[in-house]
């Protein structure tokens, strides 16, 4: 038994020799197949068993292509869109979003007519005098 999972192994090796392997595109696209397949297992759906097919297709080709230059240059595209992914998840806070509506409430952002920087004006003060911080630039505001 162990002598057929090593030969095994190694008519493995023998075939997989110059294709491309698995990478972490693979790995997520190999997941996500997995996931359709459960789902649509559990609840049939003819949309998804094609889409989780053609992703299976699409997985074992670029596990075995000989183009290996073409697929690594594909999962560093992936990896660059996965860190801006994970990047908006990992800065996502529901307190920073509280902070955002309760300043949208209190404060009103202006842009300077000169400059175009933004400034942020306190609500509901009358007619005020606004100096741009950036260009010292005085206009009227009414807040
Ligand atoms: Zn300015």
Known sequence: MND???????RLSVFMQGRYG????????LISYFVLYLIQ???PNRALYYLST???IYTLFRILSRNVSKRYQENVKFESAWRNVTGFFKDFSFDKLKDRFSQAKEYHIYKCP?????IRIPRGKGHIMVKCPKCAFEFHKKS
């Open 22 to 29: 698995m990478d972490h595109l693979n790995r997520v696209l």
């Open 41 to 43: 297992r559990f609840k």
């Open 54 to 56: 053609v992703l299976l």
């Open 4 to 10: 057929f999972l090593s030969r095994l192994r190694y």
């Open 114 to 118: 000169r400059c175009r920087q933004k």
